[in-house]
Each structure stands twice: as structure tokens, then as C-alpha cells.
């Protein structure tokens, strides 16, 4: 099955900086790679994905890469604020259902 | 819109006993998930439902069951429970491929 790996483990920046969170993943029938943000006690949420056919997607101060070929896929968060404190998660998926969790980032912005 | 609820949020059991996770969303969503959530090892899939009527095993389905109710409501059944199965619990759901999942405010079980 799919294996996803995810680095670092833990991330603390300083208010203002770029976060960039890195994913490796080993099937590669996968074609969907989502990102949930899991803030402290609450339920994960999604907050960008993209699709193989996509090399890079951004959404305000969040953009995602894919390299295919390499088989990763990255998280940028820019001009980091308090509220990006949180564990975020990468996935990959070959059919929108199974998908397969990375152990987690978090994240720690520093005022 | 509730969204997806799950009951109960809290159980506490003991060995060898056991009980049904209840979840239900009002999203009209075909597909429903149930994962497990450890510390340092992220969300795996247990089992998952894309339609009514069907079901799979997802990465850790050893020591569960499900049940499709019926499109709204998917539960999570530990026959037996052991202190291996101490988690927090979550249920999603989703419209067959848009990809993203919604989560369920999950339970918190744990076993003695």
C-alpha cells in the first residue's frame, strides 16, 4: 500500500516567516494529495490540495508543489501568523478514498 | 447543518468489552470514513464506505466492524476491545470524488 512520509516533525518560525513542509510518497498510481490542519483538541480540516495533473497550486498565503517524477509534494505557508499554529498533514490517495496520512507536522509560530 | 456528529465523545471500557461508535452526516454525501488517530502516527483509515450498500477495509481494520446504516449514518463496532484500540476516533465523510473529507469532532476511547 501507500506509504507517506513527512518532514519535520515539529517547525517553529518566527511570526512573518515561510513554513515549508516536505512529503515523500511511494505509489505511484497516487493522485491526489491533500493538506488538513489540525488545530489543538478540534477536528482536521482541509486547506489546499491539488491533483497530479497540477504542478503547483496556491490559495492566499498557502501554495502546494508536486513533483511527480520525484514523488513529493510540499506545503508553503508565507508570512506565517499566530493562527497557522497547528499539526498539519499531507496525504496521498489513487482514488479519492484511501487515503494515507504522513505522521504530522507541528507547527509553531513564535510572536 | 450539523455537518458530520459522532456519539459518543468520550467511553472509557474494559478489556474485552464492547461497544458501537455512532456517526451520522446531513451533507447528502455518498462516502463515509472511520480513522484512528495515535500520537505520531497521523490518521489511518479503518474502514471506509464509498456508497450506500458498500464497504472496505482501509490500513487498520483488525478488531473492527462497520455497518452503512443507510446513506446518512456509518458506525464503528469493537466486538472485543483491547487497550491497543485506546485512540481518538474519527469519522468523515465525503462526495464521491470531490476529495475533500469532512471530519466528525471525534471520541476519545479508552481501554483498561
Known amino acids: 500500500g501507500e506509504n507517506v512520509e513527512q518532514h519535520p516533525s515539529t517547525l517553529s518560525v518566527q511570526e512573518g516567516d515561510s513554513a515549508v513542509i516536505k512529503c515523500t510518497y511511494s505509489?505511484?498510481?497516487?493522485?491526489?494529495f491533500p493538506w488538513y490542519k489540525q488545530e489543538l483538541g478540534k477536528r482536521p480540516q482541509l486547506i489546499i490540495d491539488?491533483?497530479?495533473?497540477?504542478g503547483e497550486k496556491k490559495d492566499q498565503r498557502i501554495a502546494v508543489t508536486l513533483n511527480k517524477t520525484a514523488k513529493h509534494f510540499s506545503l508553503h505557508i508565507t508570512e506565517t501568523q499566530p493562527e497557522d499554529s497547528a499539526v498539519y498533514f499531507c496525504?496521498?490517495?489513487?482514488?479519492?478514498?484511501?487515503?494515507?496520512f504522513g505522521a504530522g507536522t507541528t507547527v509553531t509560530v513564535r510572536a | 447543518n450539523a455537518g458530520v456528529t459522532q456519539t459518543p465523545k468520550f467511553q472509557v471500557l474494559k478489556t474485552g468489552q464492547s461497544m458501537t461508535l455512532q456517526c451520522a452526516q446531513d451533507?447528502?454525501?455518498?462516502?463515509m470514513y472511520w480513522y484512528r488517530q495515535d500520537p505520531g502516527m497521523g490518521l489511518r483509515l479503518i474502514y471506509y464506505?464509498?456508497?450506500?450498500?458498500?464497504?472496505d477495509k482501509g490500513e487498520v481494520p483488525n478488531g473492527y466492524n462497520v455497518s452503512r446504516l443507510n446513506k446518512r449514518e456509518f458506525s464503528l463496532r469493537l466486538e472485543s476491545a483491547a487497550p491497543s484500540q485506546t485512540s481518538v476516533y474519527f469519522c468523515?465523510?465525503?462526495?464521491?470524488?470531490?476529495?475533500?473529507?469532512?471530519f466528525g469532532p471525534g471520541t476519545r476511547l479508552t481501554v483498561t
Open positions: 468523515a465523510s465525503s462526495e464521491i470524488r470531490s476529495g475533500e473529507q469532512y
Open positions: 505509489d505511484s498510481a497516487s493522485n491526489y
Open positions: 491539488i491533483r497530479s495533473n497540477v
Open positions: 496525504a496521498a490517495s489513487p482514488n479519492d478514498y484511501k487515503l494515507s
Open positions: 451533507m447528502n454525501h455518498n462516502s
Open positions: 464506505s464509498a456508497s450506500e450498500g458498500t464497504t
